[in-house]
């Protein structure tokens, strides 16, 4: 299915009124075996889709929480094989868009073109890659374009305008807004300047545009959303999960995605 689950699927919800929540959490911490209950849970609570972290040595964009969930995996031994694996066991159970989010190394050292034809065998359909730049895209666009994975592009809100409709004109699927300067990681709140930010990537673009990076309740999640398509919340969920607090995870998310055309939020 790849870039055109996440379309769809995507299209649908906006189409309906709801707003994204895109939920991120690192495979492998809590072991593998209890994935397939945290995806199906995810989806059942709302999820537009999931974003899936392959767990790496050297995460250079993360903050604490996150490195220390990619620590637990990696103690856990979960490796790209093993991650593949076990999404193939259970993909048919879940309609949501898979994305994962795995730095440049672990996917070249295992080889970019067995990496493309096992993502379209385990129903992976996008990719965020946060440390490759737009000039090394080169070294993967062609074997991801022919498995039909997304990949999708990153703006921050340090990039030039110039770069910003390079980045808006190239993504797949969605573009993800960064909304901080700085690492993953649960704020209390976002500068003044962000709501700006994303209003005019709106503008520059029309595939959806998701904020992320500091969401940590639903009122900033309601408040980002407002001025994009909805939010990807990472470390919050990451924590509340290895807390265990599952109802506190079900309420940020379905508190964040009201819907638009009738203010009820739906549990669909
Ligand atoms: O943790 P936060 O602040 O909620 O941000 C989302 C983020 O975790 C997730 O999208 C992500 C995890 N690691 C990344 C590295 C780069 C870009 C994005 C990510």
Do not use: W
């Not at 055109?4 to 911490?29: C, H, N, T, W």
């Not at 673009?205 to 992320?212: E, I, K, R």
């Not at 509340?240 to 669909?268: A, H, P």
């Amino acid at each position: 299915m790849g870039k055109q689950r996440i379309e769809e699927v995507f299209q649908d919800k906006l189409a309906a009124g709801q707003k994204l929540f895109v939920p991120y959490i690192m495979a492998g911490d809590g072991g593998l075996d209890i994935l397939e209950e945290r995806l199906l849970f995810l989806e059942e609570c709302g999820a537009s889709a999931v974003e899936l972290g392959i767990p790496f040595s050297d995460p250079v964009a993360d903050g604490p929480t996150i490195q220390d969930a990619g620590i637990r995996a990696l103690r856990n031994g979960t490796t790209l094989t093993s991650v593949f694996e076990t999404l193939e066991g259970f993909r048919n159970k879940l309609s949501m868009p898979i994305i994962f989010m795995a730095y440049l190394n672990p996917i070249y050292k295992y080889g970019i073109e067995k990496f493309a034809a096992d993502c379209e065998k385990a129903g992976v359909d996008g990719l965020i890659i946060p440390d490759l730049p737009l000039e090394e895209e080169a070294l993967v666009v062609d074997y991801l374009q022919e498995k039909s994975i997304a990949l999708i592009r990153l703006a921050a809100l340090t990039s030039p305008e110039e770069r910003l409709r390079e980045i808006a004109k190239r993504t797949e699927g969605f573009l993800y807004a960064v909304s901080v300067t700085g690492t993953t990681g649960a704020r209390a709140a976002h500068q003044a300047n962000v709501i700006n930010y994303l209003r005019d990537l709106k503008e520059i673009t029309d595939v959806p545009v998701l904020a992320g990076f500091g969401v940590s309740n639903p009122e900033q999640g309601r408040e980002l959303g407002s001025a994009c398509d909805g939010v990807i919340v990472g470390s919050k969920i990451v924590e509340l999960l290895y807390q265990d607090k599952i109802d506190e995870v079900k309420r940020l998310i379905q508190g964040s995605i009201y819907n638009t055309s009738i203010s009820s939020s739906s549990t669909r």
